[in-house]
């Protein structure tokens, strides 16, 4: 990555950071994955239970792996059958830890997020003890009209290209408004103030994590 580039997300994250510490999230920033990770795990016990949702972030940082190695009780509900998945989310729904990201996220620190079941969004609502959200600068966005176009506009459809599911934007990678059996849109939530504070912990990452 470019010095500028480094440099211009060091700034706008501390920003964005300060934002999130006044609506009582705890938040840092770190300029590289590598260093989120080395936070992160210092953040959750060993032998914590830990459980997430279907992030791409998460996912695709190795997050997961290195809490197991450490002795944390990972509950994974994609090592289960479909049909027990639900059941396994109500079982695990109370875990020490809850891991996942956010669709997108204003320069003043409030948290949008787009989702089908509704199990990723509860779960940051209200449930883990704790909840860890990994998210790249790529998702900050000014305001909250531009924070809707991006999850509608963006990560839903991008999103859907992972599923085998029916939907407009799965077709023509555009959001359609749609009402279809398998929309991923829906629910959407407004997370402004983070109750009880600092409950909810965002490292922001000064790269391009997830969509």
């Known amino acids: ?80 059958p479909a049909e027990q998945r639900a059941r396994f989310v109500e079982e695990h729904f109370f875990s020490d830890w809850f891991l996942g990201s956010v669709n997108a996220m204003s320069e003043e620190g409030v948290l949008y997020n787009m989702d089908g079941n509704g199990n990723r969004v509860a779960s940051y609502i209200y449930g883990p003890k704790n909840v860890l959200l990994l998210v790249g600068m790529n998702k900050v966005v000014k305001g909250e009209e531009a ?34 059996p398998d929309c991923i849109c829906a629910t959407m939530t407004t997370m402004r103030v983070c109750r009880p504070a600092g409950r909810i912990r965002v490292i922001l990452v000064g790269e391009d994590w997830g969509y």
């Open 1 to 80: 990555m470019q010095k500028p580039i480094i440099e211009r997300n060091r700034k706008a994250g501390e920003a964005v950071v300060a934002a999130l510490r006044a609506r009582r999230f705890d938040a840092h920033y770190c300029a590289t994955m590598e260093e989120a990770l080395t936070l992160a795990e210092g953040m959750i016990p060993t032998a914590a239970s830990v459980t997430f949702g279907g992030s791409m972030t998460v996912s695709d940082s190795g997050l997961v792996d290195r809490l197991a190695a450490k002795g944390c009780a990972i509950f994974d509900r994609g090592s289960v």
């Open 147 to 180: 924070a809707i176009a991006r999850v509608r506009g963006l990560a839903a459809p991008t999103n859907a290209q992972r599923f085998a599911i029916d939907t407009p934007c799965k077709k023509t990678g555009l959001c359609a408004d749609c009402k279809s």
